[in-house]
């Protein structure tokens, strides 16, 4: 199923074969809820992400089941009452990033740049932008960011008996070791 997701991922970017082009299928998304009565915190390890260093053009796929939480009961509610997985499987951002041309994967070095674009959350879109991080090591990328999201802007809805357990604003951190 993943192979399958990266493969459309590629093809709606519309990569040329001969594109260098940087991948991964083991990408890594955490979000973090800090509300007045708890912290809700989830991982998720299996985020594909491609860069297309011939034109700027970035993206990543995060399937929402394979967010992993601390409490079992978290993840199962997380799924069915909040993010409606079996209705929405995927959030995906499909953008630039701008400054690409700066990278060089030839010589060690740090850039940060910006990546905008439209995030797909819960079958909503938003535009966003963002830094991001890019880092050169021994001829090999990676990517880091961190930034907020509001469940309210993806229409997940927040019980207003829980308000005071989820936070509508989430912080989003996203890391990608590109091959």
Do not use: W
């Not at 053009?57 to 394979?66: D, T, W």
């Not at 069915?80 to 499909?94: D, H, L, Q, R």
């Not at 990546?115 to 991001?132: N, P, R, S």
Request: proline share 2%.
């Amino acid at each position: 199923m993943r192979k399958i997701s990266l493969l459309a991922l590629m093809l709606s970017l519309g990569l040329a074969l001969n594109a260098q082009k940087l991948k991964t299928r083991s990408g890594y998304v955490k979000f973090f809820s800090d509300a007045a009565v708890e912290d809700i915190s989830a991982e998720n390890k299996q985020v594909s992400s491609i860069i297309n260093l011939e034109n700027g053009e970035f993206a990543f796929l995060a399937p929402i089941k394979a967010f992993e939480f601390e409490k079992a009961l978290m993840q199962e509610h997380f799924n069915e009452n909040y993010m409606e997985s079996g209705k929405f499987p995927k959030a995906i951002f499909k953008g630039k990033i701008k400054g690409y041309e700066q990278i060089d994967l030839s010589k060690d070095g740090s850039y940060t740049l910006v990546f905008t674009g439209v995030m797909t959350i819960h079958g909503v879109e938003q535009k966003i932008e963002q830094k991001v991080m890019m880092t050169v090591k021994d001829g090999k990328a990676s990517a880091e960011a961190e930034f907020m999201l509001k469940c309210s802007d993806y229409e997940v809805e927040i019980p207003s008996a829980k308000a005071d357990n989820i936070s509508n604003e989430l912080k989003i951190t996203v890391k990608f070791d590109y091959a």
